[in-house]
C-alpha cells in the first residue's frame, strides 16, 4: 500500500521566515496530495491541496509543490507567524478525493517571536 | 453551520471491554471517515462509509467496526479492549466520496488502562 514519508518531523523558524516541509510518496497513482493543520485539541484542518495535474498551487502565504516523477510535494508557508505553529501533515490518496487518505508523521512547526 | 461532532470526548475503558463511538457529520454531508491517531503510528485510516455502506477499510483487525445510519450519523465500535487501542479516534465528514474537502471533528481520546 501506499507509504508517506514526511520530514522534518519538527521545525523552529523565527517570525517573518519562511517554513518548508517536504513528503515522498510510495504508489505512483496517487493523485490528490492534501495538507492538515493540527492545533492542539483540534482535529485537522485542510489548508491547502494539489492534484497529480498540477505542478504549484498557492494560497496567500502557502504553497505547495509536486514533483511527480521525484514522488515528492511539499509545503511552503512564508512570512510566517506565531498563528501559524501546529503540526502539520501531508497525505496522498489514489482516488483525487480525500477518501481513504494515507497520512505523514506529520512536523511540529514552532513560530519564535 | 455546525462541525462534525463527536461523542464522548474522553473514554477511559478497561482491557476486554468494548467501546462506542460516535460522530455526527456536517448537515448535508453523507461521507464520513474514521481515523485512528496515535503518536507512534499517526493518523491512519479506519473505515468509510457512504449512504449506509462501507466503501473503503484500511488494515484493521475485525475488533474495529463501524456502521452509518440513514442520518448520516456513524458509529465506530472496537471490541475486546487491548491498551495499544489508546488513541485519539478522529472522524471526518465530506459532502459525498467525490469531494475533496474533509472536515476533521475534535476527536474521542480513548484511554485503555
Known amino acids: 500500500g501506499e507509504n508517506v514519508e514526511q520530514h522534518p518531523s519538527t521545525l523552529s523558524v523565527q517570525e517573518g521566515d519562511s517554513a518548508v516541509i517536504k513528503c515522498t510518496y510510495s504508489d505512483s497513482a496517487s493523485n490528490y496530495f492534501p495538507w492538515y493543520k493540527q492545533e492542539l485539541g483540534k482535529g485537522p484542518q485542510l489548508i491547502i491541496d494539489?492534484?497529480?495535474?498540477?505542478g504549484e498551487k498557492k494560497d496567500q502565504r502557502i504553497a505547495v509543490t509536486l514533483n511527480k516523477t521525484a514522488k515528492h510535494f511539499s509545503l511552503h508557508i512564508t512570512e510566517t507567524q506565531p498563528e501559524d505553529s501546529a503540526v502539520y501533515f501531508c497525505?496522498?490518496?489514489?482516488?483525487?478525493?480525500?477518501?481513504?487518505?494515507?497520512f505523514g508523521t506529520g512536523t511540529r512547526l514552532q513560530v519564535t517571536l | 453551520k455546525a462541525g462534525v461532532t463527536q461523542t464522548p470526548r474522553y473514554l477511559i475503558k478497561t482491557r476486554g471491554q468494548q467501546v462506542t463511538l460516535s460522530c455526527s457529520p456536517i448537515?448535508?454531508?453523507?461521507?464520513v471517515s474514521w481515523y485512528q491517531q496515535t503518536p507512534g503510528q499517526g493518523l491512519q485510516f479506519l473505515f468509510e462509509y457512504f449512504s449506509e455502506t462501507q466503501r473503503n477499510k484500511g488494515n484493521f483487525p475485525g475488533r474495529f467496526s463501524g456502521r452509518q445510519f440513514s442520518n448520516s450519523r456513524s458509529e465506530m465500535n472496537v471490541s475486546t479492549l487491548e491498551l495499544g487501542d489508546s488513541a485519539l479516534y478522529l472522524c471526518a465528514s465530506s459532502r459525498d466520496p467525490q469531494n475533496t474537502e474533509a472536515f476533521f471533528g475534535q476527536g474521542t481520546r480513548l484511554t485503555v488502562v
Open positions: 497525505a496522498a490518496s489514489i482516488s483525487g478525493t480525500a477518501s481513504k487518505l494515507t
Open positions: 494539489i492534484r497529480s495535474n498540477v
Open positions: 448537515s448535508g454531508h453523507r461521507s
